[in-house]
């Protein structure tokens, strides 16, 4: 009914850049908080910050200072700036939405389907 559909991902040196986007699309009525999660093999999930709907933001420690999350609710995008990466952001990059969507299911909280970014020389 929702999906989330991340791109941007790929290699980058230390100290390099990457812009991740999230687009979501199906039966949305409204957005509210949006967020990205990260995984490395082995390891728990774990958050690396999230958006409300008014644009309030939380960032994790490790990446506060480095990456900005952002979004446009007129796209149903958000998006993440990652800004002097070490190699230890390396990781399966999620996104998640919680959604209310315009059928009868009501509020839903989505993944998206993870973006891998590796920060090597």
């Known amino acids: 009914q929702v999906q989330l559909v991340e791109s941007g991902g790929g290699l980058v040196q230390p100290g390099g850049s990457l812009r991740l986007s999230c687009a979501a699309s199906g039966s949305i009525f409204s957005i509210l908080a949006m967020g990205w999660y990260r995984q490395v093999p082995g390891k728990q999930r774990e958050s690396v910050g999230t958006?409300?709907?008014?644009?309030?933001?939380n960032y994790a420690d490790p990446v506060k200072g480095r990456f900005t999350i952002s979004r446009d609710n007129a796209k149903n995008t958000v998006y993440l700036q990652m800004n002097s990466l070490k190699p230890e952001d390396t990781a399966v990059y999620y996104c998640?939405?919680?959604?209310?969507?315009?059928?009868?299911?009501?509020?839903?909280?989505?993944w998206g389907q993870g973006t891998l970014v590796t920060v090597s020389s």
């Open positions: 958006i409300t709907r008014a644009g309030s933001t």
């Open positions: 998640n939405a919680g959604v209310i969507a315009t059928t009868s299911v009501g509020y839903l909280e989505v």
